[in-house]
């Protein structure tokens, strides 16, 4: 048999295999992603050498990371395309086509469709990593503006302004505040000005399990408060926004003075201190 149709069958056997182990596998999910690579991928490395395939060692071992390789760069592309989930067989061809693929780049001759090959995975891989960090830029510019809070951030005495939530989520922004050493942080979320601090520091959300027996009173004109053995939930208006600060050791008046002040802040300014 020519020495491609015996690669081919080879290949063939990795894929059937793949097939096999995915459907019978009584592993868990991360047991099964290890099992369903590494298992034909290991018959693979036999099969070359019972077929006597020329460099089955160097081609059986690296057929591994290329594998791995090809699938983390695959799935990339799924999701910057936002492509359909493909059928189960053609997602689990992969290990059979990272072996093809190692077993062209040790096959004598085939110089430029090598190098072709090569440099069209290299850069598929690199390019991967400022496409999808421009597309989630995008989508979280898309999702401050669109959240319907003016974009305004409180001054909280002795903390600075660190991160910014990546998910902004509900028409609600997060932030949060840090002092010098990473001491203390206050959690920070900005709702829209309808939203009544009143109403929410009686119904928290998100509520804590140390809300269950904390008071809500008014510790300032407008700034409503409940706390808790080490802890203070802070809610009122300031800047066009309603605001809730939680915090943990951080003392009341802190919470309170930061609704006296607040600054104006971008969208991109948010996005360069986004948390992921």
Not at 100 to 109: A, D, E, Q, T
Not at 190 to 196: A, D, K, V
Request: proline share 9%.
């Amino acid at each position: 048999m020519p020495l491609w149709g015996r690669r081919l069958l080879v290949a063939l056997a990795i894929w059937v295999t793949t097939l096999a182990f995915e459907h019978w596998s009584p592993m868990d999910e991360f047991g099964d992603f290890v099992l369903v690579v590494t298992a034909p991928l290991m018959l693979g490395l036999i099969l070359g050498w019972l077929a006597r395939l020329p460099w089955w060692l160097p081609t059986g071992l690296l057929a591994f990371p290329g594998s791995y390789f090809l699938m983390v760069t695959a799935s990339a592309w799924h999701d910057l395309l936002e492509a359909d989930t493909p059928p189960v067989p053609v997602s689990l061809a992969l290990p059979a086509l990272g072996y093809l693929i190692v077993s062209l780049l040790f096959s004598p001759g085939f110089r430029w469709p090598k190098i072709g090959l090569s440099a069209i995975l290299v850069v598929g891989f690199a390019v991967t990593g400022p496409l999808e960090e421009s597309r989630s830029d995008s989508e979280f510019h898309e999702m401050i503006t669109s959240a319907g809070v003016p974009l305004v951030v409180p001054i909280i005495p002795g903390h600075t302004l660190a991160s910014s939530s990546s998910f902004p989520m509900d028409g609600n922004i997060g932030l949060t505040y840090e002092s010098p050493g990473r001491e203390t942080r206050v959690e920070v979320f900005l709702h829209p000005e309808t939203s009544e601090p009143e109403e929410m520091c009686l119904d928290p959300v998100p509520r804590l399990a140390v809300d269950e027996d904390a008071v809500c009173r008014e510790a300032a004109p407008g700034v409503w408060v409940r706390t808790a053995p080490g802890w203070v939930r802070a809610l009122g208006r300031a800047g066009g926004v309603t605001m809730q600060m939680i915090a943990h050791d951080v003392p009341e008046e802190v919470l309170v003075g930061g609704f006296a002040q607040t600054r104006p802040v971008t969208a991109e300014e948010l996005g360069e201190l986004r948390d992921v």
